[in-house]
């Protein structure tokens, strides 16, 4: 039987949701899980499980995480539905979507009659969403999935030809939750003889029938550092609406510094990127001063300390972490504050590595982990000083955060 989370036995749901959170996450190229990664301030999972659990009838919920983060996952699905834990599970993933979805299904309890299998990168489909599939799927007794129409013109190509336009006016853009009657995607998956790109697939090769209901534009996937961007300026626009009308935002700003030496024998980190043949900095963690500085500034902005409070040199815990280990973390204190960061600057200082022609990727790299924008530059001190002189390196980092709504 799969690891379930429980406190009191709950009543008999018959809908159920699984959500898959297995992925990798390769394309975000940040080296984590991608429901872990985290949008303005909460992780993917986070954002993606909260709609549930405002939903009007009761549903059991299982989460298909990855298989050497199945505890953690526990915790984070244990804090989301708080009392509501007696109607959750949380299973290991397989070896590919198809493997997890089957393993999410085994978990459901006997009671449950309907499931919708939902991907834990579309964090910010709304709850009308999971309710308008659920009521669907009752009502025809069959597959649904939510769609939107096709409006770029659309063409058939051979190679590099353009042969055809297709009629765009028949087409549709699926997303999740897709939602079946229990048994019948149980069947279809145990029937399943090749690989399909969703659900809905696996269920028609089945002989299932499948309908669509109107989707919601911010249902998109996160898939690359793009969309995560995109997705952080919605979750913004919902904040800005949610907050009361003032005559002032309230922003609070917050300045970090940081320095290291360098050390040849250390591999060069510098704002969450590596850079091979270059001499690194010295540190108990990998020294990346970059990541640093921004640590220290989101926490500032928070009023929380800083770094050496919160990731002392004293705990063997971060020896050798990666800088990544501590924005994120910085970036959770504030979230367990009400904070969310907006911006973030940093101006990197000294000779080596030269920064220029990575800017665009370190900017990238660093707004993924930080949920929001960072803007990266570089300067040198004219041959004046320690950077002047090629002893080290430094960083300065200024923030902006600002309070969030409490998720409802």
Known sequence: MPDTITTTPPTDPV???????????????????KAFVPVAGRVMLERALSPLFTLPDPVFVVVVAPADRVDECRALVASVADVAVGYTAVVAGGDDRHASVQAGLAALPSSVQTVLVHDAARCLTPAAQFQAVFDAVDQHACGIVPALPVTDTVKQVSGDVVVDTVDRSALVGVQTPQ????????????VSIQSETDDAGVFQAAGG???????????????????????SAVVAERTRSDLPAAPRMDVRMGLGIDVHAFDAGAVCRV???????????????D?????????????????????????GTSD?????????????GAVQALAAAGLAPTSVTVQVIGNRPRIGSRRTE???????????????????????????????????????????????
């Open 316 to 328: 063997p815990a971060y020896a050798g972490a990666t800088g990544d280990v501590f924005v994120r």
């Open 362 to 408: 370190m900017e990238a790299a660093l707004s993924a982990v930080v949920g929001a924008s960072v803007a990266v530059s570089g300067t040198t001190t004219d041959g004046l000083g320690f950077t002047g002189r090629g002893e080290g390196l430094a960083a300065i980092a200024t923030a902006l955060v600002v309070p969030v709504a409490p998720s409802s």
């Open 15 to 33: 809908r159920g949701v699984v959500v898959v959170a297995a992925g990798s996450g390769t394309r975000l190229g940040l080296g984590t899980a």
């Open 271 to 285: 704002g969450l990127l590596e850079f091979p043949g270059q001499d690194g900095l010295a540190g108990h963690s």
């Open 179 to 190: 939602g079946f009657p229990l048994a019948a995607l149980r069947r279809a998956y145990a």
């Open 287 to 311: 020294g990346d001063a970059v990541a640093h500085a921004v640590c220290d500034a989101l926490l500032s902005a928070g009023g929380l300390g800083d770094i050496g409070g919160r990731f």
């Open 209 to 231: 029938t499948v309908r669509f209901v109107p989707g919601d534009a911010d249902a998109f996937k996160i898939t690359t550092a793009w969309d995560l961007r995109r997705a």
